[in-house]
Nanobody
Framework: QVELLESGGGLVQAGGSLRLSCAASGRTFSFNAMGWFRQAPGKERKFVAAISRSGDITFYEDSVKGRFTISRDNAKNTVYLQIDSLKPEDTAVYYC??????????????????????WGQGTQVTVSS
């Protein structure tokens, strides 16, 4: 079982930046591929960014490329999402997700909600224009 706790959300003006953090419990963090998703009011949860177990591969949804950066520190059991050049349309609850531990060789990222097994409670990001 993995518990995830997001932090770092808040209210910012358009053009500003935020750094979201997601702390994971347990001893298997380095075997969990991680992702960030977001959900705007009345909308479905959507993929934002993903990172492989070792951090050597990252992948982004097209609308956030060049503005969002996902990273991880396996020694600290933490994944980050640096968000720059924020836009009002980035307003949403941001969720951290972990895939179940995997031990095969190779690096993979996952982009679908149903490919992840553990979820945090979410952190609100609100961007004012």
């Amino acid at each position: 079982q993995v518990e995830l706790l997001e932090s770092g959300g808040g209210l910012v003006q358009a053009g500003g930046s935020l750094r979201l953090s997601c702390a994971a419990s347990g001893r298997t963090f380095s075997f969990n591929a991680m992702g960030w998703f977001r959900q705007a009011p009345g909308k479905e949860r959507k993929f934002v960014a993903a990172i492989s177990r070792s951090g050597d591969i990252t992948f982004y949804e097209d609308s956030v490329k060049g503005r969002f950066t996902i990273s991880r520190d396996n020694a600290k059991n933490t994944v980050y999402l640096q968000i720059d050049s924020l836009k009002p349309e980035d307003t949403a609850v941001y969720y951290c997700a972990a895939r179940r531990s995997e031990y095969f060789r190779g690096s993979y990222v996952y982009t679908k909600v149903n490919e992840y097994d553990y979820w945090g409670q979410g952190t609100q990001v609100t961007v004012s224009s």
